[in-house]
Structures are given as structure tokens and as C-alpha cells.
């Protein structure tokens, strides 16, 4: 990382050259992420977080304890629920900005979990991780880095536990240790942003048992260690950002994933922040996901936009007045503030921690993710229905551009006489984009993986949902006296 | 009203007494409510709002500005979103609590409306309402009475507005003006809980026009008014109430619904809060209903009751362990938490009125009561599918308790062999209350039309949907000039 | 029996009279079911079944092979697949004509059932029962009888099979074998119109394990047999039927649910149809199932009723013509088609068993019960949403017809100016019977449990669901070789 | 078309070489389709239709009362429900085997619908349309062609009918008449897999004023025909096909939709269908639409491979036991066997019209389709849940094949450790195809929009729902007199 804070998108774009990674996509070496058309529209929407800080300072940036300076609010912890509730109209404010995932939720969800739980070790363990998080938060904080949080292992065989399987390293696990640190190796799948971080953060993807010791483990390493590869993700589209512009869509914006293989790198001492502790690696998980699960909140920020793209193309087909567009963009717009209002509820109902950090409510952030994976996919099912059957048979941008058939589908292809019929390419290929094409990724798929898979927010709602408690209310109403049943 | 501060539930009772009011029930005139059968359960429910003010004095009081000591919150005017939260948190103890509508809400969001709009009316009308309004709010809070808000009326041929229905009745109207005050005449309908209250305010239940001023009056009367006739509505099961207890599933409480018919009922001037301002009806009618409808959280407290009486169904029967039995517990908790979370989100999410009151989000708050017309249902067959056919197929409690079938339902209506006979059927009755009698009236239909019914919340959706906005974003991301369409 | 052929309706009733059956309800003992006005309307629904046969016998009569007469199709073994169509033809008119649970169903499949099955057994055991049940079906066709099947368990600890109940009879079972027949003792819970049937058939419920043989016992008793006593199911506002037509809802029809018990009630010889063949009772209960479950079609004819009763509401209110409101009534269309077109397909891909006797498809037989489980609750939410608030606030028939509430009731109730008040009222009561009344036990909670929660028709598809074949399908288009994987 | 009878599907692709069509794609003229790698695998599905009438001539091939031979069940006229109902089976089946559009139903249903509404024609309007339908047909069937059907227009502005579009050809019609026959003019948007057909039937897409006589023509043309351009259509991971194999996810099989402009192109008279007759086209429109919406049974097939793709990966990651995995399969198969339900009904319920040709039941068909736009999305969002997160995270197929990331891939991206790690590569590449990728479209997006988007079935569900007849079934039951309301 470079020794300079970091202010303006364009800064931060600068401060991913010539990091010399070991980057892979489609086949190739890539040199220079920054330039490869491919990757930077994921470049593009990181670079978004900061750019928001600057235009609009209260939404996006905090006062830190560390720092006594406002710092970018994605590496702020949280110390009252009205700043939890802020990082949700931040994620919801960038999801509109950019259409997409813009990748900087999980560093800043990572520090908030890790924040609390390493004081808590710390109280029962009499370790010093949370000391050490404080002095590293302090300097991302003062360098306005980004963070990359890795905790997916590619699991191999789900049946087995990470001792189990054949192949030790299908969880990431410390494979040396030495008086200056521990080495690391395994992989971590599906890293949203990672390549466009400055440091990654590993943690463990599941509750441990005593004996897999090596498998808990929790620290930093900057994005260019070695011992790192990665494999950027193969997505639906993503070559259209080689086309033309209208082709791919959102041009500007994508998100990012891949996958990270780590063979034997290095995390100094002080960069450690657990080790070995099995006991807090569920505390550590839920507390991670919990806060992750509600930052699914950026959806509705990538619904506003297309919903307004919904609205759009039934204008240009000149159909905006019928009764039956209105009230799908009614229920598009049910649908998506309910992802909101149950995030918000999920932060404003946060409680404090032992660490003075605030912690989401586990419950609602579990109901909104949950919501998160049906919703979204009814939107983009709606969208489509006032897209028209154009959505997918419409020709290509070359084929507009071109000199033999230009003409015919300007004439062919125009919705309303008063609308250029490009707008109306355009506006079609955005919502092919967030429904089919490279953004779909992240607006459903990622919706229905990302913090953990469907059934994962079923698992923790059905240990919060308090049956005992609901069923005295119940036994009570009924008449049935406690010693009768 | 007697001259002394209500205080306990029983209090609430003994208040309701000797009102020589003109109720019918089922063709016959009820001479005191409190002691019929039929009526007492909903006396119940309304009973819970004073005791729990005393038991949980947190949630269910709030200091008052006007009297300078804690009064009931339903009687309270929330100055910040803190507050309008906690009408929430409320609301769902006391649906817990009572598995019923407890009926005490449409008061303290008709005064917490009204609160806003009479200050705007006395701004620009240079009226003294606002004045007025406190002046009864103090009162109020001081004999800590019960409120019924009287909004919707009978409405005729839907199809037509109130002048221009054939019968000028079907929208309450002023009658005749005095210098003392005025005379009413009309009919509302779909009334909660109006016999259990001491007042009643009446209010517009639509936008009116300019020409249609004698139907733009608000103004407060004693439910004992001359010229007042209540007529009970007939529920599903309502006469169980006359059976055993058993039968009635929930034999203690219950909610009330009636029609009040005006005939020339006179309010002085000191109690009229709008006189004729037609253009500020819609203005009321938006900010009572965004109330109101954040108010249907209650539904997630009647929702504990039936997820803890399905869970223990399933417990009785020995199947709490299966997958699909949790799975659907899980469900309903996701839903449930679902309605709650929007409202709260609705609340949280208040803005200060020039009054100084708060109003709560009135996009969120459409989006939860929307939600509640579907998810109450949706929970309502789960419910039953945890229960069994033998909800709606299980002899009376009579079969039980005769000596010819007793023993023969003792021996094969038993579940699990160490569960009473008697405790599994007063929780299939309570579910069977719930999802198709008595009580299933309040939580589904009522959760369907009361507040508006969902066409009323989708036309505000609309109203708030920001398409204008959300069509920028989207212009924007693809790439579409303004000055292009 | 009578010893004549039953012909009308009216015959029927009277051939119901003077059985001395041992009936109760409502803690008292009914002498007379036929005069009992409770039950009466659950007889009035089964005496269409013979109307019918008369109005139009094309669709509810059949040639019987057995009797070389046209008999009630109720009780005709369908030899083809356009026969078993039939059956759903006539289940949809007759739902259409009662608007209720009319009853015969479970008899006709249960015949349809056993017919194969005790073909299968015979052939495989060197038994006669196929031999004895064509002779019992010919008397049965003679006379015109109604037969009920007796299937489901009381089933105590549902965690438990027969055989390791805490007590012995929470399954139906043999207690005593003599030369003559057996002797059964048990109960069976849920038995739809068992009481105005002529004949009972009793079935295990489950798959029995090899040493459960008392229990595999398939048989006939008349209904008055000795032994035997019923306890009629107290459900939602059946005793309405002791009030107004008006109140009623749905004043001449209704379902009905008993629970029998057999206090070692005895079976002949020659009407026992399997005794102790345990090994196909699965084979029994699969048969019995496809052809109840595809039997649910008979919901969409209660449907037609449904979207006709919301049509004139809507009609009656003046909205009729609002874009919204027509949406409904096609998406309750759309809902209701989708049952019957499930029903229609499961019966149409019907495939000739070795007794020659035809069997639905018992994928699409599940497909479409499951789909009613959820459909009509869709249907029910809807009717419900059209109707308005009044549908469970309005006042009761008593205070309709009564001299001092009658006349404000008849002006403050009406709608369209056009349309008398006490038609709004007939109608909403009609709605209200069908969603939270007497006769939404049968539209809803039995359509939910009815011939198998659930669950159980979801472990049916389990099991037809071929994965294998399907697999072999998408890995032939995915490129992967068999010996890959 | 070159004169000798198709019999293969090799036959089938040689017929298609050296047509020079005029045909467009991504910029630039393909010469030889056939030849085009984007474009061939449209090519081998339309081949399917072929090979599979060898392969099972029962299902695949009928006998034409024309030829007096077996002939492809695809140009055959169904003369009675068995062989309405076996062209859903024959489609289904094409599904499964192709996992994609085959593209021949639009010429079946054309061809079918025309046969009725000709000989309609020509009894009020003594032409003579029949019999050189007829002659087409039995010319259609000797070749064994393909036959497009060309209805969708462009439409230009949606608020306004074709005679007052701005632009008069946005809607196609006659531009010159001859005595030799017509020239037309205008675009049909969205047409399924007319490159590889060889003729094409054009049709009006609306019902048609008199006034709009230029617009009311129905004519065949070969597809060589001069004066027609086509335009393919851009869709998502097209240019997939232009990679690896396992990156196109099904790299056989693909839909194909295209852009026709027609200038000036020219129908003789012997291929005139209709010409002028505006009060037939509503007819047309709506029994081509009846036989198309039910023809998305084939969507059941291309469900059948997405259920056992999603078994698959269950299986690979070995979690397949797992009690949400394997309802979530009965989920998808509950929801596919409803397409196919719907559909088979439709057709099972045909009626004879005057012509002797079989229509489906319209009312059934719309419901099949409006099925059809909901449940493949439920599909897709199932499959997408049970593929896990690697569906759009996975590297591509040149970084498995590559030297530096193959080996890494190898190992981090295994399942079970028995499974290949490229089955599982294979297997996720076909999910993303089926529900983001090039088959998406056809899966999803056509499901929607083909045979008419959402809304035109709830019209046509409107037009049949019969109100009046349900409304009468409810008055009855409710005991309102016809008099009274």
C-alpha cells in the first residue's frame, strides 16, 4: 500500500497499480487489473465508496475514536445503533449509484464482528487480539485502505467437516507455525472484491470442534502477500464489456468476484486476531453474518434502479398509464422496501456488545437476507414481464452501428415516435444486464449465496425464533395450566 | 365519564358501567355490555391496555407534556421517532398478551394525527383547532380514558362520491349548525371496539371536494351521546362465548367490531377539531391511515400466539422434531418477523411535523400493512397445517365432559400419551379461534380491510414511489442523455 | 338397508330415517339425524349426489358391467380413462350445485381402489376377496347405496407406528377372529359423512410392518352396525343452522366430520376384503390416496361458487368494473382452473391395472391435491379482499328483521342503490360460510388435510419424482460422460 | 427447398446450406448459418424434431389423412384430443432431449389454427382459402419442412393501433397488390427460429378494425424469399459457443430468435390465406394463441433437465440426502408437473370446430401459459439455491484447462472427492446456461413473453371466466332470488 491516505475514487484506482498480483481470467494472466476492461467496471463501483464519502459526508463517513478524524464510514465501528442504521442507507445510497455490488460491505462487517468478539477472547482467554485489531483498524482507518473479508472455504464434501475430508486443505487451515507468525493454506471461494482490496482478512466459515485448532484462525494480509493467487469468477456477460457500450449494459459498473488460493502465506504475529480459539468461531460466524445478512440492504438500492429502469422502458413503449404497468411497479416497489424496512429494523434494533460495539438484532438480519433471496428474483421476474419479449431478441449494438442494418432497426426497433430508439436499446440492455446478464450475478445469485446460502438463515432463525416463550403465550390463551403439560 | 382517573383494568371495567347506552346484539338490545357473555371477552382485551401500563410502565406509559405526569401511551402524542417505535413495541406485547385486537390503536392515531393537521389548519385558516385539541388531549390523559376513532363510513355505491350518492346519509354529515356547535347524521361502519370506549372522534373517511363541506367535520362526542345507536357485528363463533370454555379457544378475550349510527348527535364547539376545511380531509385521512396501518405490528403479537399454539400442537402430537414441521415454524417466524420489522422500520423512520409531533414513514407504513394482508393468511394454513384435520373435525367440549363419550374422546383424542386429553384440545380450539373463528376475524379480515383495505395501500404506494427519481438512476447507469428522451 | 333401490334424493333421506344409529353432538345423543337441523344440511349435500344422477346422467351415472343397468357413478368401477375423467366432471358440478363437501367421494375411491388391489392380492395369496368385493359393489349398485371409507387413525403419538402405541387402539385392529369374521376395535377420526352412508368400508391408514397383522383388516358393516358409536365434529358456526337463513350463509348444504368408534364391531366373512396381507397395504393406501387426492377437484366447483359469490359483491358494492377488481376474479380464475386442469390431467394419464380396472396418475394426483392445499387459502384471501370489511362486521339477521335496528340496517347496509340490502347481506354471508363459517372447514382445512396433509402427498412426489432418469438428462446436455460420475 | 423429402436431422441441416439468406449478426453477414458457431446450435435443436420422429415415430409422427403417410406430428392437423394431447407429450419430450427451444411449435399451431379459421372464412365469405391450405399443407408434409410462423409486429407505440402508428409499417401489411398476388411490407419482431425454417406463415398479431383491411393478410413465403432481412437477436453468453465447451453450459443445443424486416416482399396468390377479412383475425389470433400458450408444455421438459441438474450438483456437493435439498426438488417437481398439467388438460379437453381440426380448450390453454410465466422463475431460483454460490463465482473453462491455474482448479474446485471435478464444473455451467445464459432466454424470458406476454392471457382469462354463470351458482346458494338483484 502506498504511504498516503487515500481520498478520491480516482486516488484509490491509482493505488491498485502495479501491485504485481497473481491474477487469472479466462485463461490469462492478468497484469494490471486496472486496466482490463473486463475488471475495472468492479474497479469502478469500489471506487464509488469513496468518491460518496466526499460528496456526501454524512451518509458515508464517521467520526473515529481512533483517528479523532471522520473516516470513511465502511472502516468505522459502529458504537450506537443509529450508526448501524447508517451503514444501511450508505449500502442502500451505492446500490443506486452503481446497480451493482460495490464489494466493500464485508471488510467493513469483518471489523465490526471481529471487534467485539476479540474482546471477548481477550476477557476469557487473556490474549491481546483486540489491542492488536485496534492498532490495525487505526491504520486503515488512516490510509482509507479497503479490506476484503475471506471467509468462504471451498468445503469440498458439505457431508464432512473440515477434518474429515480427503484434502486437508479444502478448509483454509495454519499449515506452519514460527515465532514470527503463522503460514496459511487452503482456498477461499466466491471473495467478492478481493483483487480491488488492499487487505484481506481470513476467517473461519463455521463453527469448529476443539480438535480442528488449525482451521481457527483470523488475520490480515495485505492483497499482494505471497503465496497468493486468484482466479477471477467466469460471469454471465462479462465479455460484453469488450463489445460496445450499450451492449454491456451498466458500461461502468460490475461487481467482482473470484477465487483465492493461498499456499503458505505468511500473517505476522501482529496481524493475528485468533488462533486457534474454536470455542468463538460460531460467536465469530454469527456475529459476522449477522451484520453481513443486513447489509443485503444494498438490493434495494439496486431495485430503486430497476424498478426506475421498469418505469422507464414502459414509458418508451408508451403503455405507462395502464393499470396493470402501475401495479407491477407497485409491487416492485413493496417487494424492494421490504428488503429495506427489514434491514433497517435489523440495525435499529442493534445492541450494545461488552466491547462498546454495536451488534445488529440476529433475528431480523436473518429475516432480511432471507427475504433478500425470494424478493429480488420476483423483481427481476417482474421487470422482464414490462420489458416486452425485446429484452431478448433485440440485435446487436453492432447491428445499430452498422451501415446495412442501422437504419432498418432505428425505424423498427422505436418504441414511442418521441423516443430515439438508442434509449430505448439502452434502457433494455440495463435490465438484461441486472436480470440475465453480468449484474444478475450480483443482484441474484450473489442475493440468494452471499452471507451464506438460503437454508443458513433458516438454521439461525430457528434458533432465535424463542418457541418456548411463544408457547406459553399460546398455552396461556388456551387455558392450559403450565403442570398439565 | 366518571369524574376519576381510570387506573387498573378492573377500573377500565367498572368505568364502562351504567352508560345506558343503545347497543343491539343478535335482535335484542344489550342493556350492559359488560356483563353480557358475548361482549365481556372484548372488554377483556381493551382491560389488558391499563394493566399493562401498570405491569410494564416503560413501554405502555409515556410523560406527558400536557399533564407533567406518565399517562397511557395510547393517550400519548409521540414527539420523537423513539417514541412512535415504541407505540410499536407495544402493540405487539399487547397482541401477545391478548391473541386478539385489543381495539385501543384508531385513538391514539387519530390524536396523533390530528395533532399535526389542526396545527396546519390554524396556520393557514387562522382556526384555533390545534388549541382545542390539546385542551381535550389533556383531559383525556388525565381520566386516562379510551378513545374510538370513527372514520369509515357505510359509503353506499362505491362507484359514486358522498354528494352524489342517492342517499345523503351514506357519508356522516353535518346535519344542522347551532352557535353552540353542530348536528351529525350518518353511519360508520367496521367500528373497533367503539362501545368499549369513552369517546368517540369522528373524522372524514376520504378526500373531499369543495363542494362537499358539511361532510369535512371532526369532532369529538361521548360514546353515551344522545342520537347514538350501536348495532354489534356478528363474528364467526361469537356465540361459542355462550358454550364452555374450551369451545372458545380463547375464552378470556376477544376484539369488537360494530356499526354506529348518528341520528342528529350534537358536538359542541369546544370539540370540533375541523369544520369544513375540505382541503385539509386528505391530508388527515393520509396521516391517520400512515398510522394506522405501521399500527397492524400488533398482527406479529396475535403471530407469537399462533406460532407458539402451532409448535405446541406439533409438541402434542410428537411430530416437533420432523423437518418439515420446523421448517414451517420457521416460516412463520420469518413472515411474522416480517411484519414486524416494517413497521418498526416505518416508525423509526418518523419525520417531525411543524407541530412538533412526529409522523411516521408513510411509504413503510403502507409497505407493512400491505404485507399484513398477505402474511397473516399465508401464516393462518400454516398454522392449520401444523394442527391437524382434526381442527375442524374435533367433538365439542360438551362430548367431552358427558359422561356417555367423555371417556371414549379422553382415550382417542390423546396424542403423545403423557399429554392431557383436554390440553391438546384447548390448543387446536385456540388455533381453530384464530384461523377461522372469533378471533380469526381480527387477525386476517380485519388485518385485511382495517386501515384501508389493500387497494387503498396500493394507491398510496403509488403516491410514493419516487418513479421520477428512480428513473434517473437508471438513465444514468445506461448511459441515456436527459436531453435524449 | 331398505330393501329397494334408492332413487331421488328424497328417497335417500327417507331411507336414512329410523337406523337407531348411535350418534352425538354437542353433548347429546341424536335420535334422528335427518331432523337434526345441524345436520341436516350435511344429508341435504349428500341427497344431490342423486339428484343429479337423474338431472344429468351423462356425467353422473355410468353402465355398470355388474348390473348391465346405468348406476350412480359414485359407485361404478371406471374401466377406462375418459370413466375416471368422469369422475371429476361430476365432482366439479356437484361442488358448483352445493358449494360444500357432498361426501360420496371417498366411498367411490375406495371401491376404485380395492378393486385392483384385492385383484392383486388374490393373484399373489390365492385369496377371493376381488371375488367378494364385485359382489359386494353389485348389491351396493343395486340398491344405490352410499358407502364411506374409513381410512384415517386417531393415531395417537404420531412418532410411533401401531404397534408400539402406548395404547393398542389409537389404530383401527382386529380384537377377536371367529369362523363367521372378525371383530375390530378402534377409531377413525375425520370420516366424512359417515353417517349418511349406508355402508362403511374400514382401511388401515399407513404401511404396516409384517407383525402387525391385526391391523391390515379391510371390511364392510352397515353403518347401524352394532358397536358402533359416532361423534359428530364441532366446527365453525354450525349452529348458525339453529338461527336465520340468512345467518347460515349457505343455508341448505354443509360437509360433515365424525370421529367413529368401534367397540369390537364385527365383519363377516364374506365382507372382509383383506385380512393380515400386510405387504399391501401400502399398495392399498396408494391406490386409495391417487384417487382421493385427485378427487380435490371437486374444490374447484366450490370455487366457481367462490369467484360467482366476490363477482356479485363486487357487483353489489358498484365496482365491479375496476381494474383491480376484475384482476382478482382472474387470478382466483387462474387459481381455480389450476386445480381442475391438475385433476383432469391426473385422471386422463389413468393406466389400466391387472384387474382391468383403471388407475389415475399418481404423480399428477399429488401434484394436484398439494396444489389445493395451497390454492384455495389464495382463494379464500381473495373472495375475502373483495368482499370489504362488512363481511365480518355486519350485524345478524335477527337485528335485520328486527323492528328497531331493521330499518337503519336496511338503509346504512345497502350499496348499489339498485340492489335490495338483504341480497349484500345473503351474499357476504355466503362468502363469510365459505372462508371462516361452516363450510370453510370443507373448502379449506379439509382441502388442507384431506386425504393426507401435506407432507404426505410431498413424500408421494418424492417418490415419483425419477431424479434418475432426469440426472441421465441433464448430464447427457452438460457433456458428462456416465463413467465420469 | 430442395425437392426431396427430409427425413433426418443430418437431411434437415444439409437442407439449409446455400440459401443466401440475407441474414445478420452481431454486426456483420453470415453467409452459411449452418456454418456460424453462434448460430448452429439453434440449427441441432430444430435437427432434434427430426431424429425424434425416427426415434419414436408413435409419439413424434402421426398419419396424414393428405399423404396418406405417417408424416412429422409437427405438420400434421389433429383431428381429435388424443392428438392434440400428443403433440404436449412429443413436446415435452423435445424438451428434455434439447434443454432448450426446438422451435418448431409456432408452424404446428399455425398450420392447426389456420386449418379452422379458413374454412370458417370461406363458408361466410365464399373464398377459397381452405383448399390452398390444404394443398400447402399436404406440400408441407411431403417435403417434411419447417415452417415459421411470423405474428408478433413490431408494434411502435403500444397506445395506439396500427393505422395510427406514426410509422405505418410498424405493424406489417400490404404495400401493392398485383393480380399475381401482394406485396407486404413491416417487421415481425421475436420470431422463434425462422433462419432455420423453411417457410414462413405471416399472420396479424390483433384483432383488426375494418378499416384496417392493408393489415388483415395471412400468406406463406419461403424464407429465401427476396426482400426479407434478418437480424439475429443478441442474448445473454451467446458468444459463449465461441468458446469451450463446457463454458457454453449446453453446447449442443440453443434457441434462436430474429428481427424479419420485410420490404416489399411478395406472396403469390396460391399462398393467401386471408386477405382483407379483418373480422376473422381476433378468431385467428385467438385459436393460434390457445394452441401456442399450451404448446409451453414443452417448458416441463426443459424443467425435467434443470430438476435433474440440480439433483446433480446436490449430489456432487453430497448433501443430496439432505431434508430441504430433497423438498426443494419436490418443490420443483410439484411446480413442473403443473405446467405439463395445465397444458395436457387444455388439449385433452379439445373440441371439434367446423373444419373437423380439434382446438384446444382456450381457457385452460392461457392458464397453462400464465402458469408457465411464473413457475420457470420459481424453477430457476430453486436451481440456482441448490447449485450453491459457485454458479456465477466459478473460474472459466480456459482457466481449467490452463497449466498454471488446471491443477489448483482440480483440486479446489472438487465436490465429493468421487466426482470428477469437471462434472461438477459441467453441471454448474448447465444451470447457469438454463438460468442466466443463452438458454435462460428461452427457459425464462420466452416463457414469459412468447404466445403473448402475462397480460394478454389474463384478458383472454377475463373473456372466458364465465361471471354470470358463477355469479347464479352463488345467488342460488345464498338464496337470493334472480328477482331480487
Partial sequence: MKDRKILTGEDYIQSL????????????????????????????????????????SDLATAMSPFTGERVNRFLHIATNAEEVVLQNKMQRRLGQLTGTCFQRCVGMDALNALYSVTYEIDAQRHTSYHARLKEFIQQMQYHNTVIGGAMTDVKGDRSKPPSQQADPDMYLHISKRTKEGVYIRGAKAHQTGCINSHWLIVMPTLRLQPDE?????????????????????????DTRSLEGEIEAGNAEFSGQEAL???????????????????????????????????????????????IGAAATIAD???????????????????????????????????????????????????????????????????????????????PSEADYRSVETGPMLEKYLRGREDVPTESRMRILRLIENLTLGR???????????????????????????????KQQLAKKLAGIEESRS
Fill in 439 to 469: 449484474n444478475a450475478v450480483g443482484y441474484l445469485t450473489e442475493s440468494l449465496h452471499g452471507a451464506g446460502s438460503p437454508q443458513a438463515q433458516r438454521i439461525q432463525i430457528q434458533r432465535q425464533m424463542q418457541l418456548e416463550f
Fill in 260 to 306: 483465492i488460493i493461498f499456499e503458505d502465506a505468511f500473517i505476522p504475529n501482529n496481524l493475528i486476531f485468533m488462533n486457534g480459539e474454536t470455542e468463538f468461531t460460531a460467536m465469530l460466524v454469527e456475529r459476522f453474518t449477522a451484520f453481513h445478512r443486513r447489509s443485503y440492504v444494498c438490493k434495494s438500492g439496486v431495485g430503486d434502479v430497476l
Fill in 17 to 56: 497499480r502495479g501491485r504485481k498480483l497473481k491474477v487469472f481470467l479466462m485463461g490469462e494472466q492478468v497484469n494490471e487489473p486496472v486496466d482490463h476492461p473486463v475488471m475495472r467496471p468492479s474497479i469502478n463501483a469500489m471506487a464509488r465508496t469513496y468518491d460518496l464519502a466526499l460528496e456526501e
Fill in 316 to 394: 418508451y413503449n408508451g403503455v405507462e398509464k395502464a393499470s396493470h404497468i402501475r401495479d407491477k411497479l407497485v409491487e416492485m416497489t413493496l417487494l424492494n422496501e421490504t428488503i429495506y424496512a427489514t434491514g433497517i429494523a435489523a440495525s435499529y434494533q442493534s445492541q450494545v456488545t461488552s466491547s462498546g460495539a454495536y451488534l445488529c438484532d440476529e433475528l431480523l438480519a436473518n429475516v432480511c437476507k432471507q427475504q433478500v433471496t425470494r424478493i429480488t428474483y420476483e423483481m427481476a421476474r417482474l421487470a422482464q414481464d414490462l420489458a416486452g419479449g425485446l429484452l431478448v431478441t433485440m
Fill in 213 to 237: 485448532v488449525d482451521y481457527a484462525i483470523v488475520g490480515a494480509l495485505p492483497v499482494e502477500a505471497e503465496g497468493i493467487t486468484y482466479v477471477v469468477g467466469r460471469q454471465s456477460c
